[in-house]
């Protein structure tokens, strides 16, 4: 890519901050100031420019049309199942958002709920979450305006599709949980804005002192009460509801990837809380209860997770742990979920990312492996302790998402909605490897390509990473990938530490000051590809999301010379001020605290993709893209790393572009048109810069 660009202005400040006796340059600050008119007409020049750009790539149009023609296919998601109804999502194919219907039964008629395509001219009011009360005639949802963290709750009747005159706004980082009778509903907010000058800051401002409320049908927000808070600490985020039975509120305060638990007996409110984990020293995650027998799943003292049995016909000794009987010990294998149904303990592990399915009994005896429809990653749905089935999605990177009904008499899974595809899964295969990190650490990729590819270094090759926040990755279908791979693309997925795929050793083995071993895992990676003739380094495209923006940013930094374009989205890009925006101080606990530990600054200076641009690199070409609309990671983090990749930027250097998202958020929500659009123009900068014929 030899073009030339003349970038747009973008002024230098004076700013400079002292961290721990070091002078840190911030030029750029003045981009914070999202509705400035400065910063308007910078946005608009950069969006002008790419789209020049991208303009002159040949392949983009008929990208985006093989795009739209692969995700036209029926999609579902998962059923509910309350009061005999069956309540789920269906897209049509290119519906820019998914419909909700609700049926009687298994084979009644089907009937439209709610439809969130009318709300919004350009699809962006989105459908975030719902909730069937439990006889299954109301129901509360939450949508989300322009891909917002911020959720509006209504309350709808599931016979006539009216909405009662309930509403419950400024709701973020919340479950929706009924009341057993029906009253009412809890939710979780950071409460309203206290002014105009507050709310005008919603993508700004730091939201702390999370709440759990409960909503009393028939009455005003303002009358909502405070069930749970913890003033002692502005940074936990509380969440609960009630258990199935009605009998206990659980009450969750999170803190990065470790949380409080407690309950409080609903039928003897004025006997106290019930603590089961007072302490956020780990993770504790409720499976479910049986009158006085609580499942309880943890990695206190166990990495990789077990399952622990609480009597509570004991409060006060509940959160006595030497008393927790302990059903099933840690294993060798990661435990990602439990589900209490049917008199059992259905668990899903993984194992090397891949998903295993096992049946116990209640005090946790071997009964069976539950068949899986193939090597994939399967995802237990929403089910209750008499349920005699349940419903999974399953999928793999060339197996759409695919709901399946598990029969737990038989074991037998049956296919709830088929699919019609518009390609040939069986062209393509997947193969797993493994890297060696710098430090010996074993890192697995996922590898899939056309069959009988030629291992000679010519193809075109997507390395995708996001390693962190425990979040596990493994084997899931994206209509987006397969338009990849028809380019002839190779598609490589990286299971890297900071991950939960091995367990919470592997998880913090990529926080803090230990963020390094992610990127080296991710570089390890590379070379693998390249040392086995999949791609070549000018061949080698990088690509991640969010915490996976920050890791592809990094990673192209710290080896420009391995990759041939690098395309970090919605990225945490400014480590030394993520946590001063929006819900940031949630991630120290990740990434650590620029202000509060020397040896966390440090650690974050050294790798801070905003603080490491060097004038005189070659980068790769890249392509940064954001939100308007993110209220999760500041938009500013991106505008700051991009103004100063092209302040350095010679007349040699490859291009540095920004595409930036107009009424959209962090992602969620996102209507299909503008991902396949924003799809279309990563593939065309893609094509451009990997030389794609």
């Known amino acids: 890519m030899a073009d030339a660009f003349e970038y747009p202005a973008a002024r230098g400040a004076d700013q400079v901050d002292d961290y721990f006796g070091t002078a840190v340059a911030d030029p750029y600050r003045w981009m914070e100031e999202l509705d400035s008119a400065e910063v308007k007409q910078w946005v608009e020049a950069e969006n002008a420019l ?16 093989r795009l739209m023609e692969l995700v036209n296919y029926e999609r579902f998601g998962a059923p509910q199942r309350e009061g005999g109804r069956l309540f789920y999502t269906h897209n049509s194919g290119l519906q820019n958002q998914a419909v909700l219907y609700w049926q009687e039964g298994e084979g009644g008629e089907r009937h439209v709920l709610l439809d969130p395509n009318g709300l919004a001219a350009d699809g962006t009011v989105s459908l975030e979450d719902y909730a069937p009360s439990e006889d299954g005639k109301l129901l509360a949802y939450a949508l989300a305006e322009a891909g917002s963290d911020v959720r509006r709750i209504r309350v709808r009747v599931v016979e006539t599709g009216e909405d009662l005159a309930d509403t419950v706004e400024w709701v973020k980082f919340s479950m929706i949980g009924w009341a057993r009778d029906g009253s009412g509903f809890y939710y979780s907010s950071f409460g309203p804005p206290a002014s105009d000058a507050e709310r005008a800051e919603t993508l700004k ?47 969750r305060g999170g803190k990065g990837h470790t949380n409080t638990l407690a309950l409080q007996d609903l039928a003897s ?39 622990v049995e609480i009597d509570l016909s004991q409060p006060e000794s509940a959160a006595d742990q030497a008393r927790w009987k302990t059903v099933l010990p840690e294993s060798e294998h990661s435990l990602e979920s439990v589900e209490l149904v049917n008199g059992l303990l259905v668990l899903s592990y993984l194992v090397d990312a891949k998903s295993r399915v096992e049946a116990r009994t209640l005090d946790g005896e071997f009964l069976r492996e539950v068949a899986l429809p193939g090597i994939g990653v399967a995802r237990m749905g929403d089910s209750k302790p008499e349920d005699t089935d349940l419903f999974y999605v399953f999928t793999n990177y060339t197996t759409p998402a695919t709901i399946y009904r598990l029969d737990l008499t038989t074991f037998e899974s049956t296919v709830w909605k088929p699919l019609t595809l518009r390609f040939d899964p069986a062209a393509y295969a997947t193969r797993q490897i493994f890297a ?10 996922f590898v899939t390509a056309r069959k009988g590819i030629a291992l000679d270094g010519a193809n075109p090759a997507l390395l995708y990473g996001y390693g962190g926040f425990s979040v596990s990755l493994g084997p899931a279908y994206s209509s987006a990938r397969m338009a990849w791979l028809e380019l002839g693309g190779i598609y490589a997925e990286a299971i890297l530490r900071g991950g939960g795929e091995y367990g919470e050793t ?14 080296d895992d991710f570089i390890a990676c590379a070379e693998l590809l390249i040392a086995e003739g999949y791609t070549s380094p000018a061949k080698l495209a990088i690509n991640g999301g969010s915490n996976g923006g920050l890791l592809v940013a990094a990673v192209a930094q710290q080896r420009p010379e391995l990759f041939g374009a690098a395309v970090p989205q919605v990225g945490v890009l400014d480590m030394l001020r993520f946590d001063r925006f929006t819900i940031g101080y949630a991630w120290k606990p990740e990434y650590g605290s620029p202000s509060e530990n020397e040896d966390e600054f440090r650690a974050l200076y050294r790798y801070s993709p905003l603080h490491n641009v060097r004038r005189g690199v070659r980068y790769p070409p ?16 991106s505008f700051k790393f991009t103004a100063a990749m092209q302040a350095a930027a010679g007349p040699d250097s490859a291009p540095v572009l920004i595409r930036i998202e107009t009424r959209a958020g962090h992602g969620a929500g996102m209507p299909l048109s503008k991902q396949m659009e924003g799809t279309a123009d990563i593939y065309g900068f893609l094509a451009k810069a990997l030389a794609i014929a």
Not at 50 to 65: D, G, K, N, S, Y
Request: avoid cysteine; charged fraction near 25%.
């Open 50 to 65: 790419t789209q020049q750009f991208l303009a002159e790539v040949p392949r983009r149009a008929a990208i985006h049309t």
């Open 205 to 251: 401002r730091v939201a702390s002192f999370h709440k759990l409320y409960f909503h009393r049908l028939g009455t005003l927000q303002a009358k909502d009460s405070v069930v749970y808070e913890r003033p002692d600490d502005p940074e936990m985020l509380v969440l609960g509801g009630a258990t199935r039975d009605g009998r206990y509120l659980v009450l």
């Open 269 to 307: 409110p004025d006997a106290g809380i019930i603590q089961i984990a007072p302490v956020a020293d780990a993770f504790y995650s409720r499976i479910g209860n049986i009158g006085e027998r609580l499942w309880l799943m943890t990695n206190k003292d166990a990495p990789r997770g077990r399952v």
């Open 436 to 445: 060696t990190s710098k430090d010996g650490t074993r890192v697995p990729l």
């Open 506 to 519: 592997w998880h913090d083995a990529g926080t803090k000051t230990r963020k390094q071993n992610v990127f």
């Open 622 to 637: 890249m392509l940064v893209t954001t939100a308007d609309h993110d209220d999760r990671v500041f938009p500013a983090h």
